[in-house]
Each structure stands twice: as structure tokens, then as C-alpha cells.
């Protein structure tokens, strides 16, 4: 069987898979599910294009991960095929463990435990059904690797996985400020003193990355009526999981599973079945709930899923400072006095947190720039912009969600 196949990506083009392992990989049902869970969960009630799927973002940074790899080669990096095999899988399984509305339900169906984590776990169940075959990109994908620029096309502040979802999501959105220069910086890219470095004539396309990332996080990924979106499904299932305490709701058997128990790190790691009920779990399985929970007998929860399903979505108020305490004390008595709510219960209606946006974390990897005459500079103190210093200062909004019934 031939298994060099060809995608056509809306975005790219036409994609090679490079090898037959990695079309393996791409058949598993692991990967698969993946299809079934939307890249930018709830954005689709703003930008209703946005319904592209985890799986097109991995394939899209696969394919990126090749571009780069064959880059780096002609310039010399020594990367046999099997690093690059490696390479390629690590990227396009690095978001293997998200669960059901990616980000926005994270820590919440699987209390607790990250989307790396679990990621890593599949991985590794992976391998063994791949009989060894995947180890060493799992080894690049955590970091363990002596050629530690794999690792940082994996995962760092200039990753293929930021470099497809910034293009990829700018595209299927179609907010036009998140399209980036991703090939000149693939052609930019080298490798110095065992790290990834742009070299100086790519510090312009940079520039450009970092003020795209800033103003899609502000656009789209933390817009504030998604943000109120996401706000409300958390809260269903924070609900359901409270009354599942008293009584089972009816929605899917593996969700049903998981709001039931509180599964910790280590249980996950000790029973191989709770990471199978784990994989069964998609975006149809809170839809479905959904649908059903809106007809409940539970007024909060009846309400939420049936307002959130007709997108009849709660009023929002962004702000630089925190909100008075007067303010959310105001909203949470007429909460109580509209729906005869007890002290409790409002908090599933008046939520008040905060969100930030870190276009540039000066705590991580940094993005180093390499000039001619060998020095390194880190790109805040190599760009000639005068404000990029300032993106690596988390811009923090705080946000008070309520029904609009109590405007």
C-alpha cells in the first residue's frame, strides 16, 4: 500500500505525509479523535468560519516542521532521517491530549491534569503500540534530546505550533492582523550554538509575528464575548458535576464517567482504562449533553445550556482594574432576586476573574536574533520598534460575566 499521501490544506496547499510510520500514526484513532475537537472551541459564535479542528492544525504543523527541517539541512545542520521522522511526529502529536473545547474545559473533565500531560501519556501508549518506534520523539518532545533545537521547533516562543495556529487561525477567522510572514521566517531560521536563532535580515518578520500574536489574542482568542461564551460552559459543567453529587444526568457514557469521579494524576498513570474512556471523549459529547441538559429540571443548568445554545450569551465588562466589590455584590443580589437564587447558586450566574496576554515571555526560551558578526541578541533588545519591549509585559483585563437580564 502506498502511504505517501497527499492532503490539500486550505491553507498551505497540498501536504506530504513523509514516511509510512507517520501515516500510521495519522490513521490511529488516537489521532483521529482530533477531528472531532474544534482548534478555537467557542470562537465560532464570533467568527463563524473558525471551525477548523485540532487535526488540520497538526497536519498544518507537520507540514511547517518539514519546510523548516529541510531548511536547516541546506544550511549545513546536521539532522539524519531519523531525528527528522522524530521531529515531525513530536510536532504533529503535541496536542494528542486535548480534551473536548480544547483550552476552554481544560482542568475541568480531567480535574486537574494539563493538556501536555495527558499528550504525553497517549504518546507513550503509542509507542508501545509502535513497538519502540516513537521513543525518541517523545525524548525531543519533553526536552531530553542532546540536539536541543528539535525540541525548540516543538515547543518555544517561535514553534511550528505557533507559526501554523497564528496562520491557520487568522485564515479561518478571517481577522486579516493575525496573517504572519511563517515561509521568511522558515528561511531565517538556523541553528547556533545547539539552538534555533534567526538570522538578523529575518528581524522585520519577527516584529511582525509578535504584534499579529498580540493583537489576535486580543481579537480572537481572548475576545470578550468568547470569553463569556467559555465562561458559561464551564459553568454548566462545573453544574452538572455538582448535581451528578445528588443524582445522574443523561449525556454520553464516558462523560458521564468523568463527572463522576475526580481522577487525579497518578490514577491516570496507574489504570490504562481511565486514558481509553479519556480518548472517547470529543466536542460531540458536550454538545449532545447539552441538547439534553437544556430541558433539565435544574433551573441553573437548563438555563445556561439553553442560552448558550441559542447563543443568547451573558453581557461582559472588560476593564484594566479590578472590579469593585459593590459592583458584584449588586449583580449578585439581583441575580438572586430575578431567579430566587441562594447565595451559591449566583456564582454560576455573576463571574468576575481576570485574563492576560503575554505576546512576549521574557521567562521562557527567548527569541534570540543572530547577526553576522556572531553575536546574539534577544529580539526586545535587537528590534529598533520602540514598544516591542513592552509586549513582554503581560496586559492584564478583568471581566465581570452576568445575564442581560440584569443590565
Not at 498551505?12 to 488516537?30: M, S
Not at 477548523?52 to 507540514?63: V, Y
Not at 528539535?150 to 507559526?163: A, G, K, P, W, Y
Request: proline share 3%.
Amino acid at each position: 500500500m502506498n502511504k505517501r499521501k497527499i492532503i490539500n490544506d486550505p491553507v498551505y496547499g497540498f501536504i506530504t505525509i513523509p514516511t509510512d510510520l507517520i501515516y500510521d500514526i495519522i490513521e490511529h484513532p488516537f489521532f483521529q479523535r482530533l477531528n472531532r475537537i474544534k482548534q478555537l472551541g467557542l470562537s465560532y459564535l464570533v467568527y463563524p468560519g473558525a471551525q477548523h479542528t485540532r487535526l488540520q492544525h497538526a497536519l498544518g504543523a507537520m507540514h511547517l516542521m518539514n519546510e523548516t527541517l529541510e531548511v536547516l539541512k541546506s544550511k549545513g545542520v546536521e539532522i539524519s532521517p531519523a531525528e527528522a521522522e522524530a521531529a515531525t511526529i513530536a510536532i504533529l502529536l503535541h496536542d494528542l491530549g486535548h480534551g473536548p473545547f480544547s483550552h476552554t474545559l481544560e482542568n475541568l473533565i480531567v480535574t486537574g491534569v494539563k493538556h501536555e500531560e495527558l499528550t504525553l501519556m497517549m504518546m507513550e501508549k503509542l509507542n508501545d503500540e509502535f513497538h519502540g518506534s516513537i521513543q525518541l520523539a517523545i525524548n525531543i518532545f519533553k526536552g531530553n534530546y542532546h540536539k536541543k533545537f528539535l525540541h525548540q521547533l516543538v515547543s518555544s516562543q517561535l514553534d511550528m505550533d505557533r507559526l501554523d495556529y497564528m496562520n491557520r487561525d487568522s485564515f479561518f477567522t478571517g481577522v486579516s492582523e493575525g496573517v504572519i510572514g511563517y515561509d521568511r521566517i522558515i528561511k531565517m531560521l538556523t541553528v547556533h550554538n545547539n539552538e534555533i536563532a534567526v538570522e538578523s535580515k529575518g528581524i522585520y518578520s519577527i516584529e511582525k509575528f509578535l504584534i499579529s500574536r498580540r493583537l489576535m489574542y486580543w481579537q480572537v482568542y481572548l475576545h470578550k464575548t468568547v470569553l463569556a461564551a467559555e465562561e458559561m460552559l464551564i459553568k454548566i459543567i462545573e453544574r452538572a458535576r455538582f448535581i451528578f453529587s445528588e443524582r445522574i444526568l443523561e449525556c454520553s457514557s464516558p462523560l458521564k464517567w468523568f463527572l463522576e469521579k475526580n481522577v487525579s494524576l497518578e490514577q491516570l498513570r496507574n489504570d490504562e482504562s481511565i486514558l481509553a474512556r479519556f480518548t472517547e471523549l470529543d466536542d460531540s459529547d458536550i454538545f449532545s449533553a447539552l441538547k439534553i441538559w437544556q430541558h433539565d429540571e435544574d433551573a441553573i443548568l437548563s438555563y445556561l445550556c439553553s442560552h448558550l445554545l441559542k447563543r443568547k450569551l451573558f453581557k461582559i465588562e472588560l476593564q484594566n482594574e479590578p472590579f469593585q466589590a459593590e459592583k458584584i455584590n449588586a449583580c449578585v443580589l439581583a441575580a438572586k432576586k430575578i431567579a430566587s437564587l441562594t447565595e451559591d447558586d449566583s456564582k454560576y450566574l455573576v463571574i468576575s476573574s481576570a485574563t492576560s496576554n503575554h505576546a512576549y515571555n521574557p521567562t521562557e526560551e527567548s527569541i534570540r536574533i543572530l547577526f553576522k558578526d556572531g553575536i546574539i541578541k534577544d529580539i526586545s533588545e535587537a528590534s529598533d520598534i520602540f514598544n516591542l519591549s513592552v509586549m513582554k509585559q503581560p496586559v492584564v483585563k478583568y471581566y465581570l460575566c452576568y445575564p442581560r437580564e440584569l443590565a
